[in-house]
């Protein structure tokens, strides 16, 4: 390729705000970041939303036509046979077919998993995909990446050495972590607690010289910064994310209803305004992105379906730092065993051979 | 019982910070609740603390001697049996022998159950206890109560089941929902959402009518006050309550940080101070005493072991209204078909038989 721009297809049709607010983050990326957008989608809906900003045309965005959805209600597999030209299917062969090298999707999450697993197939050596969600910890600028939040339930003890590989590579590569501490989400510190899966888990990751596992990790230290990486089973993933996304949101409804109490409380609430956004920025989901699809051969990125402008924004950095840091390369190197965690050697090399 | 007061057998030796913080709160109990305390412990240990108090002998609150204590690191069984004269062990049998109507122990917690097991029993129909958390929601209050949170991990669907019979006895009596309403936690709203437990559990669930079971709980409702009862396996329960303790600590540290910063906001912090303090009683864990053992014969109460002074108030409390809405006596005759959660006719009309 000529430039090195990122070239990134978005799913313009999945979301509860599809089109408008996806185009809105998507236009913003071209202006702010290094990449090309495909955007996918239907021509008649995406290009009023095009002219709002002056022009149907844009230097660093292509529309990429598509036909259908797949709705929320659709069994996954049912609509993605059905709908061959929906926007999701479109955006997975824009990758599968080398004309982008990353996907963003905020739509039906089943639907974006299967038709990556369809187009794309899995990396070698990885039974089970994983969406791995990158949540804030205690400590600023340190962020954990948590897998599986919910591609698969009932994960069996080998699953979850394969989440602590990806996510290991990951952790270095992308969110830059040069000794990532790798953890197994559980309910005690000794490896004789917990269900069955967890019990066998522990023993795999700590045989698995590729793994830097340092132990057990409690409900308390999702957000202690002790780990730069927690491997679970996508049902607790699951719940933990959902239950984060809304204890912030509670906690700036219980700030924006005591703050202002009484005469002071008022005029105090007034001086902390700037303050008050800085907490609402650590807090806030929305400054997050989106959860990677780990495991599939590709880069995709899974947005929560309320995805607004800045989430769509965020989710599309998100897979630019993947695809500038050659997450698929790096993981092909490592799960054939050909890449060490401790050593660089591999991939700085040799190009990119995706 | 010529007197109304509860009498309640606390384990004064159970916790990080026994028996100092444990007899604090112990002996503010006896001052602003209806309550006579046993306090089970090491007398060597307790008077001194009690000396502090103005005097060794107290109106409301008796020594009752035990030997030793199960340490955080012994197996559970092992230590309660080696130790057949630990607090834990005493305590308990203070309320198998009828001493007292209920026991809370800021110990070991796993010792706790096994020892409520072996010396109380488990209710008729309930094969396994779980361990109920009571967690403030969105909705001033209001709160939630989810079970179990570490009892028992890989639940059974019937485990669940009994779970939401319980947990509908507790939200009605205790909690004093007319109408309480329970939920399964899951990661969807559809019935087919979820592991192989959860799907066979929403049946179980839906089908039996002594449970106004209203459908899946996602993470996010957890707080938001839709549902009164929610059941869960141990695993996923234990890691929620860990990551919501924690989060409430990890936001009054980002408020204690960002709020203060700069001239405005060092002067909009003080004047907010009342209002602060609000909030961190709104989001502060300590706030909501301990978890209350479902399933066993006789009222216990599980405290966190970090518990200090007014975490075994709140527990104590917590005790003391269970006995007065005889808990246990309601759990007998809901478990054995003779109650209906829409009428109040059986237990009222009968004296409780425990």
């Known amino acids: 390729m000529g430039s090195t721009r990122a070239k990134i297809a978005v ?3 999945g979301g509860d705000h599809a089109p408008g607010e996806i185009i809105n983050g998507a236009i913003r990326a071209t202006e702010e970041l290094d990449v090309d957008i495909l955007l996918v989608g239907d021509p008649e809906q995406i290009n009023p939303h095009l002219e709002r900003f002056g022009s149907s045309t844009h230097a660093h965005l292509e529309v990429v036509p598509s036909e259908g959805v797949i709705e929320m209600t659709e069994e996954p597999m049912v609509g993605l046979k059905r709908k061959r030209k929906a926007s999701i299917n479109v955006a997975m062969d824009m990758v599968k077919t080398e004309r982008a090298e990353a996907v963003v999707s905020a739509g039906h999450s089943g639907a974006g998993m299967a038709a990556a697993l369809l187009r794309l197939g899995r990396l070698k050596g990885i039974e089970r995909p994983a969406i791995g969600a990158i949540f804030p910890t205690q400590i600023p600028n340190k962020s954990v990446i948590i897998l599986d939040v919910g591609a698969i339930v009932d994960c ?7 989440f602590g590989l990806m996510g290991t590579v990951y952790s270095k590569y992308v969110l830059g972590n040069n000794d990532p501490k790798v953890g197994l989400l559980n309910i005690g510190e000794e490896s004789s607690k917990g269900n069955e899966a967890a019990i066998r888990a522990y023993q795999l990751l700590e045989a698995n010289a590729q793994i830097p596992f340092i ?3 409690e409900g308390r230290d999702v957000l202690s910064g002790n780990f730069d990486v927690i491997v679970c089973d996508g049902f607790v993933g699951n719940v933990v994310l959902k239950f984060a996304e809304a204890v912030g949101e509670v906690l700036l409804d219980i700030l924006k209803e005591e703050l202002p109490q009484g005469l002071n409380g008022q005029l105090g609430t ?3 305004k700037p303050n008050l956004k800085r907490i609402k920025q650590r807090v806030d989901h929305a400054e997050h992105g989106g959860g990677l699809l780990l495991g599939v051969d590709g880069i995709c990125i899974i947005s929560h379906g309320s995805s607004q402008a800045p989430s769509v924004y965020n989710a599309i950095r998100l897979a630019k730092d993947a695809v500038d840091e050659q997450v698929i390369t790096r993981l092909r190197s ?16 040799q190009p990119p051979q995706g």
């Open 11 to 13: 799913d313009a049709m």
């Open 156 to 162: 069996r003890a080998k699953h979850l050495e394969q």
């Open 215 to 217: 132990g057990n990790a």
């Open 270 to 272: 007034a001086l902390l």
């Open 334 to 349: 490592f799960m054939a065993g050909k890449m060490d965690i401790h050593s660089d050697s591999t991939v700085s090399s």
